[in-house]
């Protein structure tokens, strides 16, 4: 993509756009669930610190990526996917990426299954890390309030200050949209 904005030729093939999509989308669900990860990592250290290193172990942590790439690749290829079948009227992006909502647009046939796809799946792999995060802060939220130490309740707090930070910075945008 950087290559193609600083040349003069800023047109890509129809290959390339589907995988700069499907890559789009994996990167960008990809995040959330990452986050939610983390959440979960910030609960299991805050309300359960002395089992931490049993219940938080490298192989829980290598399935809860892998489960989340799978199911973020899934998501994207299924999407990519159901862009080829559409037929589109130009050949001409509107916009400096591949993305889904351009591609609907420039397409001669009504999408409805895409956009049916958009409203529930799409939803629910974007929102479902959400409520997982915001669920992780509510009993870290509990845990905190049970604190009788000021010491414990400032690491509590800086432990999970920068990531509730990121998460409010990349849901935000999203709400946003």
């Known amino acids: 993509m950087l290559v193609h904005t600083l040349s003069v030729d800023r047109s890509i093939s129809y290959k390339r756009c589907m995988i700069q999509l499907f890559f789009f989308m994996a990167v960008g669900s990809m995040e959330g669930h990452l986050l ?36 973020v690749s899934l998501n994207s290829l299924l999407y990519s996917l159901l862009v080829t079948r559409l037929t589109f009227c130009g050949n001409q992006v509107t916009h400096f990426f591949c993305d889904i909502t351009p591609l609907l647009k420039l397409s001669c046939t009504r999408p ?5 796809l ?19 802060y509510v009993c870290i939220g509990v845990a905190i309030a049970r604190m009788h ?6 690491k509590a707090l800086s432990t999970c200050g920068s990531h509730i930070l990121v998460v409010l910075l990349l849901y935000g945008s999203v709400i946003r949209m």
């Open 112 to 116: 409805v299954v895409n956009e049916i």
């Open 36 to 71: 939610a990860a983390m959440a979960y990592d910030r609960y299991v250290a805050i309300c359960n610190p002395l089992r931490y290193s049993a219940i938080d172990s490298h192989n829980l942590c290598l399935r809860i990526t892998l489960t989340s790439w799978v199911v």
């Open 118 to 136: 958009i409203f529930t799946e799409g939803v629910t792999v974007v929102v479902s890390p959400f409520f997982f995060i915001l669920g992780s």
């Open 149 to 154: 130490s000021v010491a414990a309740l400032s």
